[in-house]
């Protein structure tokens, strides 16, 4: 009964390439969330999503940030044309339902260093 | 907007005191209220969730507290043990149920 899968668990990229972060939920939640922790802040909601649909993406910048949880296989996180500022760590954290009721199950994160 | 204050900031014990952790939130119009810990370099370990019907819940030695009217919930944790050095969160969900706000932690060091 695995976790929540995230990878890579760390991911060096220069300014200007794109970082693609993978989240697994836990066998049977539907319900996947992706967070922001930056050094010595802390943890920021990007966007909500269930399977096809982006519920909630308040919290995503408009610009250079897109998710995605298809119908099958892992929720995506991308970054275009990553700048130093997107250092960070990315933790996704999943649930059988929305949040209100259920609780929330972590993954170990994702954590990106631009160079 | 939900907004998450944990008090203190840092937290430093000898073993086997018995310490409490405090957060505050802003909206208390909330479903359940969810403590985290969360060990350095790592991801985040679910410890507690109080629903809102309730006022306390309990796990071995932890025990966290919710008060709604007030805003304001606490984490205790009894007889202290050097593995209980992580930073704690605490976590508020918005009224929109789509998110949990969390409070910057309290880290907590228990010397040996």
Known sequence: ?115 | KQEVTQIPAALSVPEGENLVLNCSFTDSAIYNLQWFRQDPGKGLTSLLLIQSSQREQTSGRLNASLDKSSGRSTLYIAASQPGDSATYLCAAPANTGNQFYFGTGTSLTVIP
């Open chain 1, 1 to 115: 009964n695995a976790g929540v899968m995230q990878n890579p668990r760390h991911l060096v990229r220069r300014r200007g390439q794109e970082a693609r972060l993978r989240c697994s939920p836990m066998k049977g939640h539907s319900h996947v969330y992706w967070y922001r922790q930056l050094p010595e802040e802390g943890l920021k909601f990007m966007v909500y999503l269930q399977k096809e649909n982006i519920i909630d993406e308040s919290g995503m910048p408009k610009e250079r940030f897109s998710a995605e949880f298809p119908k099958e296989g892992p929720s995506i996180l991308r970054i275009q044309q990553v700048v130093r500022g997107d250092s960070a760590a990315y933790f996704c954290a999943s649930s059988p339902g929305r949040t209100g009721a259920n609780v929330l199950t972590f993954g170990a994160g994702s954590r990106l260093t631009v160079l």
